[in-house]
């Protein structure tokens, strides 16, 4: 059995009883005070050695936070986040960075393997370059090497504001600037690290990116930031995945990620997302308020979103394409589960401004417990997107009569040559197939999964092959208990 | 025997009764054909003996292979070899009709301690039945019954029912909607897997499906009981003076 | 009112607080009382602002430029004869908000349609009955015309009663200034009735009207609203009806006219089994804006609704729609489907729509689909090809497919007449 197959085996034997990752790594960090000010900038950006424009940056980013008022509009309730509370900085310690893997703190490399993702083994993957993110700090790249032949730079967001500040300084900030909303200028004055990605022209990454990341530290919620850029006629795949340990204090995770597809260039963002959704009685789990965010810049560009969202307790996403060049095309699909007591207020924007730009959503939701499952989606066509063409398709099923299932999509157009559909559909799993699948032979369980595949399939056989069998068996895990 | 039913009463959710005592005995390898005007039972029936939820058994026992059939959830009778083509199947979306076959496959063989079929091997296996039925193949790529005409849902539940190998098959109004052609295609198949130790039950208003799958017993449902009983010369009686002249009469021995 | 009040008063409310006339002579006390707390409540609440969610779509302009306090009627008002109905069993007029007679032609006993006035002096309960209690903050024109209103129409019909032709109730308005109109309908169990109310007007006016619907057991009620207020008027409607078992209602609403337009329709199923049909059409050009806005409540099992609403937009004009169905929790076998068609028709043109689901039970079957586009370009040339002139068949395909959801009105005569109108609309619509 190939590598990834057994790192994949082992992430699904991991998640079969409950929540395995449930375990917390004793290395000593470098913990910032709790608090939110000034100074707590300072000290992030000092800490990392940044230049001066950076700090600037963020010191502009968080004087516009602190004006902003917290968005209250969403359909999820959750106690009010005291972000004075909070330690914004946690670094394990470490002297250097690592040239090999041989020089990474082990305690750390038992931390991943315990995560099922052997480092070691990578290098004789077939082709997954990983990027690991440890609390707040990057500690191994991998592959850097052989990506570098191609041209390709895949590093830590750290790394590239020190090898690579001119690509970093041109497009930080372009798609999501410091002041779009609350979550991202919090983000963009405190984040600590991330990816940071640039596929040069005509190029196609050989191998799909990806990373794997959890939050560790006491009170220290994670702001990640990624930047990916393809340039012209690039193409690059990136998988996101990310687990959480067992924490009783809700734990915020603020991320921005941003992409930039130039002429002819495609980036397709692949996420499954488990991050702990809290116990049943919905205590503890993470907050997920991310801002994700692609530009197709040049004519032709192509961004792809697909997702499954089982995990976090709150989640808060849109992810969303800004069509600026003509004949671009921006997608979304997702799978987004809420049980227990989960919420989720999530969809997408597509903003088309170009001429003959087209997107495609595909949401599927399902609630079960007592989830609260909102799609929440804008499609707005500027009066200069001549020929715009939308489809949008969101269906949601209810598992139990404890749940619930809402569609809000805003449709704003002001070009006639725009042609939007919409379609929702709300319902319940089918008694009649439930009956159908047992009959011939299937269990309870067995039927459910089979059923809930098949309603999500659209959005599943958009993944990665890496990934697809991960959320298959996510899906089921998600929904243990819920029927019958 | 293979199913032997003693006075089995059984209602719907809302209290209405609908089986008042039926009995039947059937033994391996025999075909039995339950025929009955609308309102008799026939589905209820069928849908008692699968498992379905919605009925309760106020009264009677049913018996199939020495076990209690109650004693088992619907699943684990499927498992156990009890096989029912519905009269209306379910589409259900996404789900591919080879994977989900196989998955009904693999969870039988799991029960009997048999070695699971992997792709390729399932794959033979499908491609065997599929020339027993003479079904194109295309069918098979398409989610379960998405978009199937009824003579292709029915085709479908016949295929199933000769991939799964069922002990005991019965079929509820299969020949309901389907026009000679597709009648006969699906009778061939039901035919074909006629064996000694495999029961079949047709549960039939017309005598027609009758001329093609020629049945050992004849059963007359009526008002939820059994009213009579006979060989296949019943059918032809049935026909020729419909439903509404049969009262209890004593049972009439089979002939041949 | 000149009293200082103990609250922060909203800006744009003040006027309306302090034009406050006194009360109309010889109003009971309980209504006194009512106005009172009602112009209070607006002082609160004040304009809805852009960020209310119910008011995004709506520019509010017009009415937040000068305040608008009801004007003084013309004596010599003469209602364009062009609005009656034919086949009208009953015929209310109001103008300027005021009741100017009733007109009664073989009403069957059981059937009381009168003024709002009279109905206060000589149905007090049933005007009590109908009322909706607190005002949110997304309806704060309700409590303006709480406060405002001086008259408006009631019609009560007695259980088992069936009215087999239509009745007509004209809103005429011609004074500068507001007009506020309070207005009831009750129907007893197991009673049938239709109704077709007619708005329009001359000048500059600013018309807000309030209709409390409330449908007993089994009962049925058909509404047909035609707009065509005049081309600097401002229209604010909102309809609040409640529905016992098994009743039914089919709301119509034809906004053909009118500088700003707001239709608001609020449904609530209270009573099993009952069902819901919201139609309608808007057309807008020039610079228009028409919002329709629905919201179904499903409490209860066993409710069906279906909306069907299309909208035009030409010239430099706004059109939106939002519809919302919640059904709660043990809402159980709710089988609700909602659609939103949109045609746009100009370079400057804009549709905005909002279809929204809200759903905390799980056996149900809801669904809604929206879209917005052109004109079929294949149709178009079809029509072209069989010789008809460009500009004609862009009107045919128009009125085709603004056709739709007139005719889902049951009664002929109504029909006719919503299809003539329309017509007669679209003829002088911008391509």
């Not at chain 2, 591919?96 to 063989?109: D, K």
Request: net charge negative; proline share 4%.
């Amino acid at each position: 059995m190939s590598a990834s197959l057994e790192t994949q085996q082992t992430i699904r034997e991991l998640s079969q009883e409950g929540y395995k990752y449930g375990f917390v790594s004793d290395i000593e960090t470098d913990t910032a005070p709790p608090g939110l000010n000034e100074d707590t900038v300072r000290f992030i950006s000092a800490k990392k050695n940044e230049p001066e424009w950076l700090l600037e940056w963020r010191l502009a980013a968080f004087r516009a936070w602190r004006e902003m008022p917290e968005p209250e509009w969403a359909k999820v309730e959750f106690p009010p986040i005291d972000y004075q509370a909070a330690s914004y900085y946690a670094a394990p310690r470490q002297q250097a960075a690592p040239k090999s893997l041989d020089e990474v703190d082990p305690e750390l490399l038992r931390t991943y393997e315990k995560l099922g993702v052997p480092l070691r083994e990578r290098e004789i993957l077939a082709g997954v370059a990983v990027d690991a993110v440890f609390d707040s700090v990057s500690v191994a790249t991998t592959f850097k090497g052989q990506l570098a032949e191609l041209g390709i730079i895949f590093c830590s967001f750290g790394e590239a504001v020190k090898e690579h500040p001119e690509l970093v300084k041109k497009y930080l900030g372009t798609v999501v600037p410091q002041n779009d909303n609350f979550y991202a200028a919090l983000n963009s004055a405190v984040f600590s690290d991330g990816s940071f990605a640039y596929i040069p022209p005509g190029v196609r990454c050989p191998m799909e990116l990806s990373t794997y990341f959890r939050i560790n530290a006491r009170n220290s919620g994670q702001f990640e930031r990624t930047l990916l850029i393809a340039d012209k006629g690039a193409y690059v795949s990136y998988l996101e995945g990310c687990t959480a340990p067992q924490r009783d204090e809700n734990q915020l995770h603020a991320a921005v990620v941003e992409l930039i597809a130039h002429e002819n260039a495609q980036i397709k963002y692949s996420t499954v997302q488990n991050w702990y959704p809290g116990d049943a009685e919905g205590k503890g789990g993470i907050y997920n308020f991310v801002t994700k965010r692609g530009a197709c810049r040049g004519a032709r560009a192509k961004i792809s979103w697909t997702q499954v969202e089982t995990g976090s307790a709150i989640t808060w996403k849109y992810p969303s394409c800004i069509l600026e060049g003509d004949d671009s095309v921006g997608e979304f699909y997702s799978v987004a589960i809420t049980n227990n007591r989960q919420q989720a207020d999530t969809g997408t924007k597509m903003i088309h401004i170009g001429r003959n730009t087209s997107s495609t959503i595909i949401s599927k939701g399902i609630s079960a417990g007592r989830g609260q499952n909102t799609y929440r989606g804008l499609v707005r066509v500027q009066p200069r997107a001549q020929g715009a063409r939308n489809y949008t398709q969101c269906d949601s099923l209810l598992i139990g009569d404890r749940c619930g299932a809402h569609t809000v999509p805003y449709i704003e157009v002001r070009n006639p040559s725009a042609k939007v559909e919409h379609e929702a559909t709300t319902s319940k799993i089918s008694e009649d197939q439930l009956f159908y699948c047992r009959q011939r032979g299937l269990s309870d369980e067995d039927a459910l999964s089979l059923i809930v595949n098949g309603f999500c399939k659209e959005v599943l056989k958009e993944l990665p092959m890496e990934f697809a069998v991960e959320a298959q068996k996510l899906l089921a895990v998600s929904l243990e208990g819920s029927v019958g | 025997m293979m199913l032997e039913i003693k006075n089995l009463h059984a209602r719907l959710a809302d209290g209405r009764e609908i089986l008042k005592g039926v009995d039947l005995s059937v033994g391996d390898g025999e075909v039995h054909a339950i025929m009955g005007p609308n309102g008799s039972g026939k589905s209820t029936l069928a849908a008692v003996l699968a498992g379905r939820d919605g009925y309760e058994v106020t009264e009677g026992s049913v018996t199939y292979r020495d076990r209690d059939l109650f004693a088992m959830a619907a699943d684990e009778r499927a498992r156990e070899g009890v096989f029912l083509a519905f009269q209306y199947p379910v589409e259900i979306p996404g789900v591919n009709n080879m994977y989900f076959l196989r998955a009904a496959l693999n969870a039988q063989r799991r029960h009997r301690g048999e070695p699971e079929l992997d792709a390729g091997q399932f794959l033979r296996v499908v491609r065997q039945k599929l020339k027993l039925l003479d079904m194109a193949d295309d069918l098979l790529q398409r989610a379960v019954n998405v978009g199937f005409s009824g003579g292709e849902k029915k085709r479908n539940e016949v295929f199933q029912m000769a991939v799964l190998e069922p002990r005991l098959a019965i079929l509820d109004e299969t020949d309901s909607g389907l026009d000679i052609d597709a009648l006969r295609v699906v009778a061939r198949g039901v035919n074909g897997l006629r064996t000694p130790d495999r029961s079949i039950v047709l549960i039939t208003h017309y005598k027609r499906l009758l001329d093609y799958i020629e049945p050992d017993h004849v059963h007359v449902l009526q008002d939820g009981r059994i009213v009579q009983s006979g060989g296949k010369e019943l059918a032809a009686e049935l026909e020729r003076r419909g439903y509404g002249t049969f009262a209890e009469q004593p049972e009439v021995a089979a002939s041949a | 009112m000149s009293a200082v009040l103990d609250f922060p008063v909203k800006p744009e409310a003040r006027p309306y607080l302090e034009g406050f006339g006194r009360t109309n002579s010889g109003e009971p006390e309980w209504l006194s009382r009512e106005r009172q707390r009602a112009l209070i409540r607006f002082a609160e609440l004040g304009f809805p602002s852009r960020r209310s969610e119910n008011w995004r779509y709506l520019d509010l302009q017009p009415l937040q430029r000068e305040p608008l306090l009801p004007g003084k009627s013309r004596r010599d008002v003469q209602v364009p004869a062009e609005l009656q109905m034919d086949g009208a069993c009953a015929r209310l007029i109001l103008i300027d908000g005021h009741c100017h007679g009733a007109v009664f032609r073989d009403l069957p006993q059981g059937v009381w349609l009168a003024s709002m006035r009279q109905a206060i002096e000589e149905r007090p309960d049933l005007v009590r009955a109908a009322s909706c209690g607190e005002v949110d903050a997304e309806h704060p024109f309700d409590a303006l015309n709480a406060a405002y209103f001086a008259d408006g129409f009631v019609l009560d019909v007695a259980p088992g009663v069936v009215l087999n032709q239509p009745l007509q109730i004209i809103h005429f308005a011609s004074a500068s200034g507001a007009v506020h109109t309070r207005n009831v309908i009750r129907l007893g169990e197991g009673s049938r009735a239709t109704i077709l109310e007619t708005y329009a007007g001359e000048g500059r006016y600013w018309r807000n009207d309030v209709l409390a619907v409330r449908l007993g057991a089994r009962a049925e009620l058909t509404r047909a609203v035609l707009v065509e207020e005049a081309g600097e008027a401002v229209h604010l409607a909102e309809l609040d009806a409640t529905l016992g078992t098994e009743a039914r209602f089919s709301g119509f609403a034809l906004l053909i006219g009118g500088g700003t337009v707001r239709h608001e329709a609020s449904v609530r199923m209270t009573g099993e089994g009952a069902q819901c049909r919201l139609d309608g059409a808007f057309v807008v050009g020039d610079n228009e804006e028409a919002n329709i806005l629905t919201n179904v409540d499903h409490q209860v099992p066993h409710g069906e609704t279906r909306e069907m609403i299309k909208g035009v937009a030409a010239g430099r004009a706004h059109g939106a729609f939002q519809g919302k169905i919640i059904v709660r929790e043990h809402a159980q076998k709710v089988d609700a489907h909602q659609l939103s068609r949109n045609l746009i028709l100009g370079p400057r043109a804009v549709i905005d729509t909002k279809p929204e689901l809200e759903i905390y039970a799980d056996d149900v079957k809801c669904s809604h689909g929206a879209s917005v586009g052109e004109l079929d370009e294949t149709a178009l040339f079809y029509l072209r090809s069989r010789g008809i002139p460009d500009a004609e068949a862009r009107h045919m395909l128009v009125e085709g497919f603004l056709r739709e959801p007139v005719e889902e009105i049951a009664d002929p005569a109504l029909r006719e007449l919503l299809l003539r109108r329309l017509a007669r609309r679209l003829e002088r619509l911008e391509g």
